[in-house]
């Protein structure tokens, strides 16, 4: 299983990225599908700052879309940006937004992690028609609070669902352990999250499902990469992504979907115009 996960990285990695560049110690960044990147690779954005607290600009990271199977030379069918930034009091947050060009649609989603919660925001945009969840769940090492039965209840996982004027809520009592798909990947960034066995709240299902985690960091003339992969309860593919050190290079949210690819800022604001 470890030869053919580190053979699929391997080809995975060509096959995305043909011209692989150095991939030294001392490099910040390795090359990227589409032009190159810019320097600097963060872009700030205009964020309210609370009076005693310094925080750092939002970092981005701007893709193309394209089907399964795409060539850099194939026309996107739309774009996507991820963002990560730290909140006041040690709070921090994870965004993506994605414009599919036609049909139109957009996604946006967001998880805003503090100490003790997640709350997490999906919301799908199109002509005539949408859905927004909202679900909270308790961070893995969070205790419950002490004092009000409500208080505890509002601390209990909850997921709301809108679709049109249909409303539902589910509870998930004493349900622990949940991971959001972003901290997932932002875990993976750093190279915190051990591969194995997690629990991923679904924005799509509108429920957890357990998932199974693999990685490969292939070595020699690939030192650098790392391809993450995840697996849902009876082996399908539940997506995967790309990393160059603690660079996000590309990812997929399911096998035969949309992949994206790393692209300029400026590439990723054309592309919105025209569309």
Not at 99 to 115: C, I, N, T, Y
Not at 260 to 268: D, E, L
């Amino acid at each position: 299983m470890g030869t053919v996960l580190r053979a699929t990285a391997a080809a995975l990695i060509a096959a995305l990225l043909p011209v692989l560049g150095g991939g030294g110690e001392d490099e910040v960044r390795g090359p990227t599908v589409g032009p190159p990147l810019p320097e600097p690779l963060s872009a700030a954005l205009p964020l309210p700052m609370a009076p005693a607290e310094d925080l750092p600009p939002a970092e981005v990271e701007t893709f193309g879309l394209w089907a399964t199977g795409a060539g850099p030379g194939d026309a996107p069918l739309g774009v996507m940006r991820h963002v990560r930034l730290q909140r006041p009091s040690g709070a921090w947050q994870a965004e993506q937004d994605l414009v599919l060009f036609e049909p139109a649609l957009r996604v946006h989603q967001v998880e805003r992690h503090g100490a003790n919660l997640c709350q997490l925001i999906y919301r799908e945009l199109a002509p005539g028609s949408g859905r927004t969840v909202r679900a909270r769940w308790p961070q893995p090492q969070a205790r419950p609070p002490l004092g009000r039965a409500e208080r505890l209840r509002e601390w209990e996982p909850q997921v709301i669902q809108w679709t049109g004027d249909d409303r539902r809520v589910d509870e998930f009592p004493a349900a622990r352990g949940w991971w959001g798909s972003l901290s997932l990947i932002e875990r993976q960034r750093w190279g915190l999250l051990v591969p194995g066995e997690v629990v991923r709240f679904e924005p799509l299902a509108g429920r957890p499902e357990p998932l199974r985690v693999t990685v490969s960091s292939p070595q020699g003339p690939l030192a650098g990469w790392r391809w993450y992969a995840w697996e849902g309860p009876e082996g399908e593919a539940r997506g995967w992504m790309l990393y160059w050190k603690q660079e996000l290079v590309a990812l997929a949210w399911q096998g035969g979907g949309l992949v994206a690819r790393r692209i300029q800022p400026q590439v990723h604001d054309e592309l919105l115009r025209r569309s």
